[in-house]
Structures are given as structure tokens and as C-alpha cells.
């Protein structure tokens, strides 16, 4: 807080510096989150069918998706001389039992049939917590990119905070009018728009990935997966 407030300069090459950590924090937990959603046996609707169908069945083989993530990030820590291959499979690590933690942490206090109150205000919280280290993870590659419009933490913050209201509240809007199961392929669309950015997450440790294109990949499997759905409808 004392660097952020009166040495913005600093703040912003420190945590510049940590870049490598930080996208293979978040790209290994947002990888998880997507795979974790195609790898599962019990899937039955399918967008992309010829991929989606096969994910689907691998996803009999247990923790399929947790050693799919470490191979990958083997894969991309390989690019790095020792000291930062050593911190990217650490942060990696890390990522994966984040995700591991705040997904068993839901699953114990789901509420089973008819559960009571408390079990109930248990799931929101369980919930409420996974939300949070999700937009966290989406957040670490924002706050990077904002550095080069600003050094201030706080209008950084600002942005950041407007920003998750809005995806918030829409998401809270889509959910209460039923949009999900009115366009059946939209939820396939934004698991793979998290999926690209896990990808684009690593990728940019090793190479800058304008903003830009991060946008328009997420965009762009969002407006294909409402079009199909759309025209789903029509048949």
C-alpha cells in the first residue's frame, strides 16, 4: 500500500517483474475451470461435437484435466532458462491447488436434497468465494496491461471494480431471464473464452499479447456460440 500510494513507479516494475508468476497462477487456474467443464463424462450438450464428445469421454478417467494442466505447464516452462522455469511450475503448482481447495471446498458445502438454510447460506458462500479468486485470476492480466495507461493502483482499482460490477450484474441478469438455457451453446462459449485466456495468460510470460486480441478471441467465441444457438432455435 505504501509503494502503490507513494512510489507508483516502483509498485508498477515490482509487480511488472512478477509477470511470469502471476500468468502461470492464473492461466493454470483458469485453465482448470475449462477443462474441468469439457472433461465431464456427464455432458451431454455439445457445440463442438467432434471435439467436445471426445473431452467428454476422457473425462471417465479421473483427475484427467489436473494432468493435462501440469503437462502443459511442463510444456511452457521449458521455454525458460532454470530460475524462471523453476517459478513458473511453482506459481503453476499453486494455481492448481487453488483450484483444487476452492473446488473441494464447494463440493462440501453443496446442500444435498431439500437442504436447510444454513446449508444453503454454505453453497452461497462457497460460491461466493470461487467467484472471487475467478475474477482474481481474470484481473492479474488487466492489472499488467493498466500499467501502461497508468501507475496509480487506485484508478487501476477503479477500473477493475466497474469492470467486475458490470460482468456481475449481467451475468445476474442473463441467469434471472434465463438466457443460458434459452442459447444452449452460450455457456460452451464463454468456457472456451476461459480457456483462451488461460492460454494467452502463459503465452504473454513469453511474448506480449496486445490487449486487443484477448478481447476480440473472448468476443469472438461469445458472439459464435450465441449465433449457433440462435440458429438452433430457428430449426
Request: net charge negative; proline share 3%.
Amino acid at each position: 500500500v505504501r509503494l502503490a500510494t507513494f512510489e507508483p513507479g516502483e509498485y508498477a516494475r515490482l509487480l511488472t517483474s512478477a509477470h511470469v508468476a502471476l500468468g502461470a497462477f492464473g492461466g493454470a487456474f483458469l485453465g482448470m475451470v475449462c477443462l474441468k467443464y469439457f472433461f465431464d463424462a456427464e455432458k451431454d450438450v455439445h457445440w463442438i461435437g467432434v471435439l467436445e464428445r471426445r473431452l467428454s469421454q476422457l473425462g471417465k478417467f479421473e483427475a484427467i484435466e489436473l494432468g493435462f494442466m501440469m503437462i502443459v505447464l511442463w510444456i511452457f516452462s521449458r521455454s525458460f532458462p532454470p530460475p524462471e522455469a523453476l517459478e513458473f511450475m511453482v506459481s503453476g503448482i499453486f494455481g492448481l491447488i487453488t483450484f483444487i481447495v476452492v473446488d473441494g471446498v464447494g463440493a462440501v458445502m453443496e446442500p444435498e436434497g431439500g437442504g436447510h438454510q444454513r446449508d444453503l447460506h454454505q453453497a452461497g458462500l462457497a460460491s461466493f468465494i470461487y467467484l472471487n479468486v475467478l475474477d482474481a485470476s481474470f484481473s492479474f492480466d488487466g492489472v499488467i496491461g493498466a500499467f501502461a495507461l497508468t501507475n496509480n493502483l487506485f484508478v487501476i482499482a477503479i477500473g477493475l471494480g466497474i469492470g467486475a460490477m458490470f460482468v456481475r450484474s449481467l451475468t445476474i441478469m442473463l441467469v434471472e431471464k434465463g438466457t443460458l438455457a434459452a442459447y444452449r451453446y452460450l455457456e460452451h462459449g464463454a468456457f472456451y473464452a476461459i480457456g483462451a485466456l488461460a492460454l494467452i495468460m502463459m503465452l504473454g510470460t513469453l511474448h506480449h499479447v496486445p490487449e486487443v486480441i484477448t478481447g476480440l478471441i473472448g468476443a469472438g467465441f461469445i458472439a459464435l456460440s450465441l449465433w449457433s444457438s440462435i440458429r438452433f432455435n430457428a430449426i
